[in-house]
């Protein structure tokens, strides 16, 4: 159990320095009703934010319930038992929920780290390291743009390879309730 846990966490290492600190980076596309922030790492929501009202929308991760605030699920959206899977009689380790909650995203179409018109586009591809964990080269690019008063999310998976792609696919974004005072959850 201790190796396969210290195995784990040598890929999550392993993933997440792409860049210095760039688990901690974000990105926001915002109009003049909605700012929305995004992670470099997971390519996760980070905030979307009311701009006329500074009411923030997403759930803002206390750890006391969930840490987490919007992950995005690929190439699975479970957890495996010992966090294993076999395919064509090779066993592959998987984190819990797959890659692309742990990975680095590469942010390739945006008008600037903060952009008032327009989306962003974020890329995770495939690598010799990925290809350890999940063996089969892949493209996810995840586009999110604000219109309006509207998050829009666009998932794309590309295989880049030459045999069949199996993977699944999931958002769990979170939202604050209640959104107002004087108001309480069951309402």
Do not use: C
């Not at 040598?10 to 700012?35: G, K, P, R």
């Not at 010992?82 to 090779?90: A, I, K, M, P, W």
């Not at 390291?129 to 999310?153: A, C, D, M, N, R």
Request: overall charge positive; cysteine-free; aromatic content about 10%.
């Amino acid at each position: 159990m201790k190796t396969r846990a210290l195995i784990l966490s040598a890929f999550t290492v392993a993933l997440s320095l792409h860049s210095t600190n760039a688990a901690h980076h974000a990105v926001t596309v915002q109009n003049d009703e909605l700012s929305v922030t995004l992670l470099k790492k997971g390519a996760e929501l980070h905030s979307i934010k009311h701009l006329p009202t500074g009411i923030e929308y997403l759930w803002q991760g206390d750890p006391e319930y969930w840490e987490a605030r919007s992950p995005n699920m690929f190439p699975v959206n479970v957890r495996f038992k010992d966090n294993r899977f076999t395919y064509q009689g090779e066993d592959y380790e998987m984190p819990r929920m797959g890659l692309a909650v742990i990975a680095d995203f590469e942010t390739v179409d945006k008008t600037g780290e903060k952009t008032k018109a327009g989306k962003i586009v974020q890329v995770l591809n495939s690598s010799d390291e990925t290809l350890k964990y999940y063996p089969f080269p892949f493209q996810l690019k995840i586009t999110s743009q604000v219109k309006g008063l509207k998050v829009l999310q666009k998932y794309k998976v590309t295989n880049t390879g030459d045999k069949s792609l199996y993977f699944a696919l999931g958002g769990h974004p979170g939202f604050n309730t209640p959104l107002t005072k004087k108001r309480d959850r069951n309402d």
